[in-house]
């Protein structure tokens, strides 16, 4: 896990190294084990590494282009892995972020087709895989995470991809004639020619959903590069291609359902396996949950010593999962830390973790994994989570929900006359919505008469019509497995960009077994019926028909009580937290004002919201989160006199 970055001059101006090394710096904590600079010309096909103690130009004038990297040491911790790192002749050069689990399968290959071996790292085999069979034909190799820049001079072209799933961040701008790319956009702020300026068109999606999907950003030209696609840069300019999407090979789907949970159990202890090679320390993320805890379990069988594990509790029962979290360690027999999560961590944690985001904190749970992180980094560097399997085998409500909608509403009209039955159906199941319209307007976090309160100018058809195109884009014959495809390419990919900036922030690599190419193949040919049910149930309806076949694998390592109990989801106290003393100065003196001046909401809807739950207890936590923290990014982002952040 490392921390990447560049500039192009696309008309050939000069690369400043000092800029360069600025923009390396402000991401250091992704990786504090080494760093290096590599300047180039594509036009002049040279390149020569930087002095990361030195920023004065050599060659004046002749390099167009800059590689800056940070290193976070998880493989051959010597000094061979440095990066930028070359072939043999300097002709080509990469910059590695993440971790390929399948990359030494291909040193054998390698090594008979010629090319010699410096290190032990999984980069100096991407680097010779490309070199041996192109760019496309070595993203398809890949199983794993990554953020990949490769720069080839004989081509005069520069690559940079993302994994398949999003697991590792990468951002690009194209600024007048000059390309910044990185895996952190704060990097950007250091560069002379970019201004972080708000995209309002942004805004309304942000509001509904709590982030920007495929490549949006909040701030003006800013674009995510999206999981599975690539760019190509040269002198003539950009073009962006996609190399892979969710759901394109299939296994035997007439396996019967003992077959599928011995190749489901096969699968994942394979990922799990995989994902355990480190030459430093490793751990796992137990939050209590299903997912978590089956990571834990398969982890626990694969590793020789001890396994720790890291949870975050509180001591509120409302919040805690302490009680699951004790079963899960017992059972897997595991060393558990658990660190106590109060107020006072929110306090001291909301703009720092902020600052690591580079987008509003927008889930306050977000804290929790920031502050697992920096309480669990003197014990490991490596932490193995649950994310991805909600989205992968249908884990969330609204699953369920469009389940019950596709099935029933054709029959709404003669069920509406059982008494009781109907009118809880016609309740449950608003037919002016269409089923893709209600899947997407589940995951809104406000209503619509909350928003239109907090921004009367919203563009209501606007943010729901980019939805709708997006969910059309993923249309897989049967409307589950597209609201599963829709969720996997946005609504998770925003989870693991949280997971990954939360931990690097205190440099530490988050693996996602989850994750695993033959696993998410596997799991995505399954008749639907295996992941989400339609069984009509007032009683645990959602927790016995979402996850299906998770949870019976679940059942087999635990027991029932465990696998099918209520979801929490890990809140925070939130409203705790916004009656204390601080937040009530934070709020009349900074947040307030701020929103009032800025004028992208409505300051007497949020000023409403805060004085209701003061007042009357009344629950509007989330609500009120969402507008201070948008606010709180604003003020670190940009607000130009809130440079003191860069320095978190």
Known sequence: MCGILGI????????????????????????PDDSGIRMFSLTHQTSCEMSPKKTEKKKNGSFEGGLGFNRLSILDLSSDGHQPMCNHDGSIFIAFNGEIYNAFDYQKELSAAGYTFRSKTDTEVVLYLYEHIGFEAMLDRLNGMFAICIVDLNKREIFLARDHFGIKPLYWVKQGNTVLFSSEVKSFLEHPDFRAELDRSHVDEYLTFRYCADEDFLLKNVKQLQPGYFLRISSNGIT????????????????????????????LGESVERQLISDVKLGCQLSGGIDSS???????????????????????????????????????NVHSHRYMMGVSDIITSFDKATWHLDQPLNLPNS??????????????????????????????????????????????????????????LARKFNTSLSPEDAFILASATLSFDDLKKLRPEMD?????????????????????????KYDMQTYMVDLLVRQDKMTMAHSMENRVPFLDRKLVDFVYSLPVDYLVGDSLQFKNGYSKNTKKILKKLAEQTFDNNFAYRTKC?????????????????????????????????QETTVRNWWTQLKMSGQKNGRKIWIAVAFEIWAQIFLDTSNNSYRGL
């Open 367 to 424: 804290l929790g994994i920031y502050l697992l992180a920096e309480k669990s980094k003197d014990i490991v560097t490596v932490l193995l989570s649950g994310e991805g399997a909600d989205e992968l085998f249908g884990g969330y409500s609204r699953y369920y929900d469009v389940a019950l909608r596709s099935r029933f509403t054709p029959l709404l009209p003669g069920l509406q006359l059982i008494p009781g039955l109907g009118g809880r």
């Open 294 to 332: 089956l990571v834990t379990a398969y982890a626990r069988r694969n590793f020789g010593a001890d396994l720790e594990t890291f949870s975050i509790v509180f001591q509120d029962n409302e919040f805690s999962e302490d009680k699951w979290i004790s079963q899960a360690a017992a059972k897997c």
């Open 240 to 267: 962006k291609k996609q190399y892979w999407e969710i759901g394109t090979k299939n296994y035997d789907i007439s396996l019967d359902e003992t077959a599928i949970l011995n190749k489901l159990d096969q699968l």
């Open 8 to 31: 192009y001059n696309l008309n050939g101006a000069p690369c400043s190294p000092a800029v360069l090394k600025r923009m390396t710096i402000s991401q250091q904590h992704r990786g």
């Open 569 to 601: 989801g890990f809140p925070l106290p939130l409203e705790e937290f916004f009656k204390t003393q601080y937040f009530t100065d934070y709020m009349e003196q900074c947040i307030l004002p701020g929103i009032k001046n800025r004028g992208v909401f």
């Open 460 to 484: 209501w058809n606007k943010t729901l019509g980019k939805r709708q195109n997006l969910l059309g884009r993923f249309d897989s014959g049967r409307i589950i497995k597209q609201c599963l």
